[in-house]
């Protein structure tokens, strides 16, 4: 069957190349299952390289009409698929409340908001207005951001359709067309998006999704060389693979990977809102690459800290994610419950002490894991500088401000961190000492379109945002015109 129901919201399961729907050659299929209950969704064409190369090949057909056409004009059908999202935006966040288990009234607010926005921002600030003419010793240099050709974007599950239009949004402003393989655990809302574009009018073969695995349709996918710009968002292990996978084609690559942040409280923090930013910390079930995992928290506040942090959290409610009462549901698949599982043994084994949750909710069952908070883990072990991807939250203690720098800088991730003081110099002196792409003070997950998001050492390479986008997604280009040599007289 090429339509699946989930939601009351028919779904095809097939990839979308060329402008049209396709079932896989091999007539291979994956399933898609529900974190929710762990029911079958459905079957999912699995793309292999006769699709990525089907794909890649409608991309670059297409590119030069799409790149050709005024900025005005793309922009306008970039409004119009941002328009179709705002349209399907209840139908979007159920579908994707279903696939990836997270929770429906964070789709319905903030989410499916931003996935429109993600193209309607990038519609609204063209990329020709950054062309720039120069004077360099009475020459004149003109430089323009040219559309740089076929774009892979390959993306995880935690926020599927977000996290793709991210990339798509600009990259298809910019004037490049685009091949997305969305992860298997969450593939569904990337197929109505393809419905949405063809509706919008997207050219065929501008936008292409290619269903399957990372091993099957991601591997041929980067290390294809009909593509010029690889932008991934995932984990530093698939990073590494796919960078050596691009590596013999030049390809340049943008990496948005994974975190172990921290969130520093100081003793002059105003704590109510340090308990608040810490209890936030569980959203989507800990499955956030920003989510500030290790609080560290100045020594004379630890322990009053801790309390209301625990009976804050004691107060969450797990359960069913389209509920509007709940707060945390479960996680995204059965091999990740086990490996979030996993991180909790071994840490109690050597020594942590569970003061909140432990293991999973054995109340729901089945991908059900408690809001977890562990105190006297190892210096150095794997709980303390390994993303865990759950709800899970470690503290550790500091007496100094040098001491709360060195802990919040002591993990090979470098994406976000988060302080929480009340003194204004003190959040200018430790936020210029910490390595992180976003640092936040006094607040957390404020995110502007037009800012430049992304991580320091092992948590990515480059930035997206606003112009540093474009920077990624265009060819700049540097001409420069003599004064000299014209038929006429100057430059005209
Ligand atoms: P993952 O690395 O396992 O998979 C991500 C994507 O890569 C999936 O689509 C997968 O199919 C694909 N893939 C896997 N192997 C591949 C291969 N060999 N070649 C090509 N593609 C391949 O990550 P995940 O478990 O889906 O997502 C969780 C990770 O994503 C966490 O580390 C999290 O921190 C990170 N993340 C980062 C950000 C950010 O903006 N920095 C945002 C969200 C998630």
């Known amino acids: 069957m090429s339509t699946i129901i989930v939601e009351d919201v028919p779904v095809d399961t097939r990839h979308w190349i060329d402008g049209q729907r396709r079932a896989s050659a091999s007539g291979q299929t994956f399933t898609d299952v529900s974190p929710i209950d762990e029911s079958v969704l459905g079957e999912i064409s699995a793309g292999g390289r006769a699709e990525v190369d089907a794909a890649v090949d409608a991309a670059r057909r297409a590119f030069p009409a799409w790149a050709a056409l005024p900025v005005s004009e793309r922009s306008a059908i970039l409004r119009r698929v941002a328009d179709g999202i705002d349209a399907r935006a209840e139908e979007l966040s159920r579908v994707e409340t279903r696939d990836n288990g997270s929770l429906l009234r964070s789709h319905r607010r903030g989410v499916m908001p931003r996935v429109g926005q993600n ?45 793709a239009t991210w990339r798509i949004g600009p990259a298809l402003a910019a004037g490049d067309t685009v091949v997305l393989k969305p992860p298997e655990w969450a593939p569904l809302t990337a197929s109505i998006l393809a419905d ?33 710009r690889l932008s991934f968002t995932g984990s530093v292990p698939t990073a590494a693979t796919i960078a050596a996978a691009a590596a013999p084609n030049i390809v340049p ?21 340090a308990v608040d930013l810490a209890v936030e910390q569980f959203d989507n079930a800990g499955q956030v690459c920003l989510g500030a995992f ?10 009053q ?21 709940t707060d945390v549901s479960a996680l995204v698949s059965r091999r990740h419950f086990e490996r979030v599982a996993g991180f909790v043994e071994r ?10 949750g432990g293991g999973p909710n054995r109340d729901l069952g089945g991908l059900y894991f408690r809001p977890t908070i562990l105190l006297d883990a190892q210096p150095g072990s794997e709980i303390l500088t390994e993303e865990v ?15 709360a720098v060195q802990l919040a800088n002591s993990t090979r991730f470098g994406l976000a961190a988060t302080l929480v ?72």
């Open 119 to 163: 193209f309607r921002y990038f519609a609204d600030h063209a990329v020709d207005a950054k062309h720039e003419d120069r004077q360099i010793r009475g020459h004149r240099e003109r430089i323009t951001y040219d559309p740089a050709g076929v774009v892979a974007v390959i993306t995880p599950w935690n926020a599927p359709l977000m996290l």
């Open 196 to 228: 949405i574009m063809a509706g919008a009018g997207v050219p065929a073969g501008v936008f292409n999704v290619v269903q399957g695995t990372g091993t099957q349709a991601g591997a041929p996918l980067t290390a294809h060389p009909g593509i010029d």
């Open 253 to 273: 690559l943008s990496f948005e990977l994974g975190g172990k942040s921290p969130l520093v409280v100081f003793a002059d923090a105003d704590l109510d809102l």
């Open 294 to 303: 290790r609080m560290l928290v100045q020594d004379s506040v630890a322990e």
């Open 305 to 325: 800290f801790l309390e209301r942090v625990v009976a804050r959290a004691k107060g969450l409610v797990q359960g069913d994610p389209r509920e509007p009462a």
């Open 347 to 356: 840490a109690v084994a050597a020594g942590a002490r569970p003061v909140l």
């Open 389 to 403: 991807f759950g709800p899970v939250l470690t503290l550790q203690t500091f007496a100094t401000e040098e001491q």
């Open 421 to 492: 003081t009340g003194d204004p110099d003190r959040a200018e002196r430790v936020s210029a000492q910490l390595s992180a792409g976003t640092v936040w003070v006094n607040c957390f997950f404020v995110r502007d379109l037009g800012a430049p998001f992304g991580g320091n050492k092992q948590s990515g390479i480059g930035r997206e945002g606003g112009d540093w986008s474009f920077d990624f997604y265009c060819d700049v280009k540097n001409s420069v015109f003599s004064p000299n040599g014209w038929n006429q007289k100057g430059e005209g």
